[in-house]
């Protein structure tokens, strides 16, 4: 069973919509991560959250808008997407942000976009 | 800075054959090293790690050990089932309080019966 929740698992979207994804984890992780996916490649980080508040925005467009609205939630809002935004998006968490961690991240199992 | 070289795929295999997948890393220190697989439509999921020199990660019939002199984290399983079809990623964490994972290119499996 994946200990991270994602909803929706698809999502068909026009590219004037507003839509939000979102994931929830219940394992006291204090990191929480949004990836975005193409198919056969390695997820690319966009954003992390540490202890409820960014620590890492990877140059992401302003389309995407994360938030952290507690400790176990996390949203991803989405506005004016482009056809090229079409992925699977990834949500993970950890217990904390560390070097050279060996705590590995728990993935869930995505939610996969489409923008028409 | 850190990165992660992996096998490119795709590699195709009859069942029960002997699988490996090769992965070598450079790192400026002593990371923890995992091995992440992904099967059709789902997320990530961790395979094995390892944190030290030495150390041999296993779950699932599949191994990798930690080869600081080779700097290489090879995966390996001695059976591999139908089921085992996936993509599998090798992945590093960096250094500094980033959270961030440096993850492979992935190798995709494919068993066939």
């Known amino acids: 069973d994946t200990e991270v929740t994602q909803t929706p698992k698809h999502l068909v979207m026009g590219m004037t919509n507003k839509k939000s994804l979102k994931c929830e984890q219940h394992?006291?992780?204090?990191?929480m991560y949004w990836y975005k996916q193409k198919a056969k490649k390695p997820p690319e980080l966009m954003f992390v959250y540490s202890y409820e508040k960014l620590s890492i925005n990877e140059s992401v467009p302003s389309r995407f808008s994360p938030e952290c609205p507690n400790s176990s939630l996390l949203n991803l809002h989405l506005h004016a997407l482009q056809p090229e935004d079409s992925a699977l998006y990834l949500c993970a968490s950890s217990p904390e942000v560390a070097d050279y961690s060996n705590q590995p991240q728990h993935f869930g199992d995505g939610t996969r976009l489409s923008i028409l | 800075g850190d990165s992660v070289t992996q096998m490119e795929g795709p590699v195709t295999l009859s069942e029960e054959a002997f699988l490996t997948i090769n992965c070598t890393y450079t790192?400026?220190?002593?990371?923890?090293l995992f091995w992440y697989v992904q099967y059709p439509g789902e997320g990530l999921q961790l395979l094995l790690k390892?944190?030290?020199?030495?150390d041999k990660g296993s779950n699932k019939g599949f191994e990798a050990t930690y080869r600081k002199e080779t700097t290489s984290f090879h995966l390996e399983k001695g059976s591999v089932q139908v089921s085992d079809s996936a993509v599998y990623f090798c992945a590093l964490p960096t250094r500094g309080n980033t959270g961030k994972l440096i993850f492979g290119q992935g190798t995709t499996l494919q068993v066939k019966p």
């Open positions: 390892a944190t030290k020199a030495d």
């Open positions: 394992m006291g992780h204090r990191a």
């Open positions: 790192a400026t220190g002593y990371p923890s």
